[in-house]
Nanobody
């Protein structure tokens, strides 16, 4: 019913910047909190940043000051602007959204398919 489609990943050099996007599509839904998570090879999936429906944000200490999470509610889209990228930022990045279904009234956690970010010289 609801799909999250991510874009914006790629291969970049240290110090470069990327903006990741994730758009939700479907019908009869609204979105509460949204967030970005990442998983590096051999590591668990960790939180990068979250943003509430009211715009309150939280960031992991490892990215604070280098990334900005934002959302466009009219487009059902969340963004992650990443600056001054480092090799340790290399991971698959996943978007997450808490979806409220209007018909059932249920709150369901959805995940995107992931987009690869590789930072290497």
């Amino acid at each position: 019913q609801v799909q999250l489609v991510e874009s914006g990943g790629g291969l970049v050099q240290p110090g470069d910047a990327l903006r990741l996007s994730c758009a939700a599509s479907g019908s009869s839904f609204s979105i509460a909190a949204m967030g970005w998570y990442r998983q590096a090879p051999g590591k668990q999936r960790d939180l990068v940043a979250t943003i509430s429906s009211g715009g309150s944000t939280n960031y992991a200490d490892s990215v604070r000051g280098r990334v900005t999470i934002s959302r466009d509610n009219a487009k059902n889209t969340v963004y992650l602007q990443m600056n001054n990228l480092k090799p340790e930022d290399t991971a698959v990045y996943y978007c997450n959204a808490e979806i409220l279904n209007w018909n059932s009234g249920r709150r369901i956690d959805y995940w995107g398919q992931g987009t690869q970010v590789a930072v290497s010289s």
